[in-house]
């Protein structure tokens, strides 16, 4: 069983910058699909922050981080990477890191395309 373990997430001035990790407890990132961070921000459901797919390597951004964030993997050591610069107030949230294990149809934005989750890590940002 895959289980995504985040961490990097702590209190943070605005414009500062963090890097989170998510390491999959060495299930291979090859042979995943893909992964994902997604946020849920205090009273608001969870929503989409960024995307990486195996196959090419293409990445996939929500439009309120786009410029700010850089989603990363490192497969020698299973672990994706979210590097979030220029924060700013609006990012506190928990984040999620999620992984696509079986191929489905299901737009990689989606909450419903992954198919394990971590435990989520808190990041705060002062103003």
């Known amino acids: 069983q895959v289980q995504p373990q985040e961490s990097g997430g702590e209190l943070v001035q605005a414009g500062g910058s963090l890097r989170l990790s998510c390491a999959t407890s060495g299930y291979n990132l090859v042979n995943t699909y893909g992964m994902a961070w997604f946020r849920r921000a205090p009273g608001k459901g969870r929503e989409f922050v960024a995307a990486i797919r195996r196959s090419g390597g293409d990445t996939y951004y929500a439009d309120y981080v786009k410029g700010r964030f850089t989603i990363s993997g490192d497969n020698a050591k299973n672990t994706v990477y979210l590097q979030m610069n220029s924060l700013k107030p609006e990012d506190t949230a928990v984040y999620y890191c999620?992984?696509?294990?079986?191929?489905?149809?299901?737009?990689?934005?989606?909450?419903?395309?992954?198919?394990?989750w971590g435990q989520g890590t808190q990041v705060t940002v002062s103003s």
């Open positions: 999620a992984v696509d294990i079986y191929y489905s149809t299901y737009d990689v934005k989606s909450e419903a395309k992954y198919d394990y």
